[in-house]
């Protein structure tokens, strides 16, 4: 059955994705369940009023055609919503398929506006598959959808309320095909006089919103190639028109220099690779980021050893410490800074699918400000596919602390999704429903 924008889904089934590269002994570069991809769509839930409001990237029954879905949680009544679509993606597309889009790079983001509206910004690359913006038509609710603006070139969306306007930051990928770093303010999603934020060569960025004011990581592509990803930076915006770095001094942008006084880590003199996965900030404004690193981009034990690491401003430095070891470059967690302590979802243990995409998702907490770790839980075990992108919602609340997909990453399979709490409970949400709302068990 055909679906189209407004309608409800019977269940939450997700897309599963093979992106084509490096397909050798230990699968592709990434690949399996993806409705939660990338790190880079930022944030992909959030909470507001009772409910957290959640979007992936979903799919008919047997078929690969990209929906973007939105779903809901009811925190009262530990139940979920049909999921409804927003978006159907149906632009011819020759590099994937001759009359649909089943890229999960399509994925959208979501925010809550300054009239508690849910507005959904659907990536975009280029005229062939623009972006999109759509907007709730009540408060608070997913009900139904309308649609706001397009936006041509809009990769990695990354919405932000300040103030009385959204602060987004985006990609724009230049004549060269290298990832290049922007943002504007937007106060309904219609595009403003974007701006260009980092230009060292290509770039990937991950986001959050700490006290009003916008703090962004990003890694550097040295020749703007992507699989030498490396280093990072850390810059924040107050306002969302100047930007700083973490000890206060002013930047203007664009950041062009590798040796630019917002570095936080220079990856490249040790040789090690950066993937991005969340960025916090402690109660006293300092940045705390959460990365894998790894040698070489390549799957496989060949490129090993991979960590999971932090690197925390501490005032006036940088500390970097490890928390676990990691199989893969894209074993993607999300990153909780509590009052009693700070912590870890991802997928962090081995998963069935060994040296693939994810894994088994566990919780690890540290009680030393990240200094050190201890894993305290595994949401999951024994499972049939590997779990992938693990999301914190932005203003998570229990017990949706996190939302993700499983699938498998050697060949193709069905894919579904779960929520997590940090207290090691974890559901997978319902892939066929009869009613408008089904509790989770």
Not at 108 to 137: E, K, L, N, Q, W
Request: charged share 25%; glycine share 10%.
């Amino acid at each position: 059955m055909a679906l189209d924008r407004n309608d409800r889904a019977d269940g939450y089934r997700g897309i599963w994705f093979r992106l084509g590269q490096f397909d050798g002994e230990y699968g592709d570069k990434y690949s399996g369940g993806l409705s939660t991809y990338t790190m880079k769509h930022v944030p992909m839930a959030v909470h507001a009023d009772g409910t957290t409001f959640f979007t992936y990237g979903g799919t008919r029954p047997d078929e690969r055609d990209l929906l973007i879905m939105v779903g809901a949680y009811d925190h009262d009544q530990h139940a979920v919503c049909r999921p409804i679509v927003i978006d159907t993606k149906p632009e011819p597309n020759p590099s994937y398929d001759s009359d649909t889009v089943v890229d999960p790079h399509d994925n959208a983001t979501i925010a809550i506006d300054g009239d508690g509206h849910v507005v959904v910004f659907v990536a975009g690359r280029g005229r062939s598959r623009p972006g999109r913006i759509y907007r709730s038509d009540d408060p608070h609710s997913v009900s139904s959808f309308s649609f706001v603006t397009e936006r041509e070139f809009f990769a990695y969306p990354q919405p932000w309320w300040v103030d009385d306007r959204f602060v987004v930051l985006f990609t724009i990928y230049d004549e060269n095909g290298n990832r290049e770093l922007f943002w504007d303010r937007t106060a309904d999603g219609h595009p403003g006089d974007h701006q260009q934020l980092v230009g060292i060569g290509g770039h990937y960025q991950i986001s959050t919103i700490h006290d009003g004011t916008v703090y962004t990581a990003c890694n550097w592509h040295p020749d703007g190639d992507v699989d030498r990803r490396t280093n990072l930076y850390v810059l924040a915006t107050d306002d969302g028109e100047t930007w700083r770095t973490v000890s206060g001094k002013r930047v203007d942008p664009p950041v062009t220099e590798v040796d630019h006084h917002s570095l936080a880590w220079d990856a490249a003199a040790e040789n090690r690779l950066v993937y991005l996965n969340d960025i916090r900030v402690d109660d006293d404004g300092n940045p705390v980021v959460l990365y894998v690193t790894s040698a070489g981009p390549e799957p496989g034990p060949s490129n090993d050893p991979r960590y999971w690491e932090v690197a925390r401003w501490a005032g006036d430095t940088w500390n970097r410490q490890r928390i676990t070891d990691a199989d893969h470059n894209y074993d993607s967690g999300s990153l909780y800074l509590t009052e009693d302590g700070w912590y870890v979802l991802g997928p962090t243990e081995v998963g069935p699918q060994p040296y693939g995409t994810g894994g088994e998702v566990a919780c690890w907490r540290s009680t030393d400000a990240g200094t050190t770790w201890d894993r305290i839980h595994r949401l999951t075990a024994d499972s049939e596919y590997n779990h992938t992108y693990v999301r914190r919602p932005h203003n998570h609340a229990s017990p949706f602390d996190a939302v993700w997909a499983d699938g498998d990453p050697y060949a193709a399979s069905p894919s579904r999704l779960y929520i997590g709490a940090l207290d090691g409970r974890s559901w997978q949400l319902p892939t066929e429903m009869a009613n408008d709302w089904v509790a989770l068990d």
